[in-house]
């Protein structure tokens, strides 16, 4: 797969559940049932879908993601069991091997079309936007409503835990 990823909060976290809950050995339904705890989303999803999501991010020649990103997760980690220790999720995210790429509030408000863009979904989405489409990367994200919104008017493709699979074909 040569594609360029760059990853939302809410994808990352799952990201590192699902790598924490294997280095823990856990496995069936308790690992499926943090999965989806992280995940959050409303409705069902295939089990399928979470390996999906850790082979594209894997198998990604870049993987991107904003230093807004970043401190989102260290702020969310407390909420789910298997990423409270913050020494482990330091460790996990350096086994990424993740990109960060800046993007300061400077750099949206400098920009008439990132001005409004960064009204609409807040510093975080848009330092995103930003920077995937600098990067020509594909949006990982469950940001349905807003970010995708943004990102399409942008010509910013995104894939949420349902459609990761599309990237493996």
């Given at each position: 797969m040569s594609t360029t990823i760059a990853i939302d909060?809410?994808?990352?976290?799952?990201?590192?559940?699902?790598?924490?809950?294997r280095r823990r050995n856990?496995?069936?339904p308790a690992r499926?049932?943090?999965?989806?705890?992280?995940?959050?989303?409303?409705?069902?999803?295939q089990p399928e879908?979470?390996?999906d999501l850790r082979t594209v991010v894997l198998q990604a020649n870049h993987r991107i993601v904003t230093q807004h990103v970043i401190a989102e997760v260290y702020n969310l980690c407390d909420r789910f069991s298997v990423l409270r220790d913050l020494n482990t999720v330091t460790d996990?995210?350096?086994?990424?091997?993740?990109?960060?790429?800046?993007?300061s509030f400077a750099d949206l408000m400098n920009r008439d079309d990132y001005r409004k863009i960064l009204g609409d979904v807040g510093v975080t989405d848009a330092g995103l936007i930003y920077?995937?489409?600098?990067?020509?990367a594909v949006i990982l994200s469950e940001n349905h409503r807003d970010l995708w919104r943004c990102a399409h008017a942008r010509s910013v493709q995104c894939y949420d835990l349902r459609s990761v699979d599309y990237l493996l074909r």
């Open positions: 909060t809410n994808l990352l976290l799952v990201v590192l559940a699902d790598e924490q809950l856990t496995a069936g499926l049932s943090s999965l989806r705890d992280v995940w959050g989303q409303p409705g069902g999803v879908r979470f390996q996990l995210l350096a086994g990424l091997g993740l990109s960060e790429h800046p993007c920077v995937a489409e600098g990067k020509k």
